[in-house]
Nanobody, 115 residues
Framework: QVQLVESGGGLVQPGGSLILSCAAS????????MGWYRQAPGKQRDLVAR???????NYAESVKGRFTISRDNAKNTVYLQMNSLKPEDTAVYYC?????????WGQGTQVTVSS
């Protein structure tokens, strides 16, 4: 089994920054694609950013140029640096690890952008 634990969410003013972390533990044998998704109230869960085992990244159009995903394979940890935050970035952010055809999810961390 794989466990994902997110941290770093909170309340921030528009234009501010936050960094989210997600630590993976458990039966992890190898390096797998990881990513961040978000879900606002009443909306579906959408991709924010993904990073492959080799470090290639892709982003949702709405966060390009503002968010940066990175990973530390030695620590089995993925990060999401979020800059120039907007109220529309408010959501619960979920960490994801994909091993083959199986998706693992963290419990989510709330990010609220408000003045």
């Amino acid at each position: 089994q794989v466990q994902l634990v997110e941290s770093g969410g909170g309340l921030v003013q528009p234009g501010g920054s936050l960094i989210l972390s997600c630590a993976a533990s458990g039966s992890i044998f190898g390096v797998f694609p990881m990513g961040w998704y978000r879900q606002a109230p009443g909306k579906q869960r959408d991709l924010v950013a993904r990073i492959t085992s080799g470090g290639s990244t892709n982003y949702a159009e709405s966060v390009k140029g503002r968010f940066t995903i990175s990973r530390d394979n030695a620590k089995n940890t993925v990060y999401l640096q979020m800059n120039s935050l907007k109220p529309e970035d408010t959501a619960v952010y979920y960490c994801n690890l994909r091993r083959g055809t199986t998706d693992y999810w963290g419990q989510g961390t709330q990010v609220t952008v408000s003045s």
